[in-house]
């Protein structure tokens, strides 16, 4: 597609319930990262994959949160039994990156907004 | 390690008004530095880049000179408009590091009054 879309837009859940949010990075794009902003963090990096490497996980916050890339482009990030805290908005990235005229710029998609009631 | 740090906001300015928005970084390899821009509602959005020293990132009237002696990028525009109320973020990605996560700063809110 023309750029990076989310879905979805906006998630309501209850405390303890699993959700899972998709991102469609930018076609050809080989790095994908998940980043979440919220009030009182500001901008914090969760995880990247880059082509077929293992992904980089050293920013997810505990091991309630998960990510996986199937066929090196759709992700997925699940958040098992939701926290308050977890409420923030989630943003999906993708850059061509690390070869033959690559760009370490990241085109950002609209995010999902998830609130953990 | 790596970070960035930008002036504390909100920053409010009348129409026409001169904008800097001060950024400096430290950076453990040889980073490129970036300025992204979020609108009320929407998505991050790139708004110009650097990935040299000396370099002058520039787009829709903004400009940023990435200084490696200062270790600055700062943000500059000659004349806000109504229409660039918003939230930006100076970043930089660490391209001596195998690993392509962007940095940012927590960000200035930025209000321009008719």
């Known amino acids: 597609g023309a750029g990076v879309s989310q879905s979805p837009s906006n998630k309501v859940t209850e405390k303890g319930k699993d959700v899972e949010l998709r991102c469609d990075p930018i076609?050809?794009?080989?790095?994908l990262y998940w980043y979440r902003q919220s009030l009182g963090q500001g901008l914090e990096f969760l995880i990247y994959f880059q082509g077929n490497s293992a992904p980089d996980k050293s920013g997810l916050p505990s091991d309630r949160f998960s990510a996986e890339r199937t066929g090196g482009s759709v992700s997925t990030l699940t958040i098992q039994r939701t926290q308050q805290e977890d409420s923030a908005v989630y943003l999906c990235?993708?850059?061509?990156?690390?070869?033959?005229?690559?760009?370490?710029?990241?085109?950002f998609g609209p995010g999902t907004r998830l609130t953990v009631l | 390690g790596n970070s960035v740090t930008q002036m504390e906001g909100p920053v409010t300015l009348s129409e026409e008004a001169f904008l800097t928005i001060n950024c400096t970084y430290t950076a453990t390899g040889y980073p490129s530095l970036f300025w992204y821009v979020q609108y009320p509602g929407e998505g991050l959005q790139l708004l110009l880049k650097a990935t040299k020293a000396d370099d002058k990132g520039s787009n829709k009237g903004f400009e940023a000179t990435y200084r490696k002696e200062t270790t600055s990028f700062h943000l500059e525009k000659g004349s806000v408009q109504v229409s660039d109320s918003a939230v930006y973020f100076c970043a930089l990605i660490d391209r001596g590091s195998t690993l392509g996560r962007l940095y940012f700063g927590r960000g200035t809110q930025l209000t321009v009054w008719p």
């Open positions: 076609s050809g794009h080989t790095a």
């Open positions: 990235a993708s850059s061509f990156f690390g070869g033959a005229g690559s760009s370490d710029t990241q085109y």
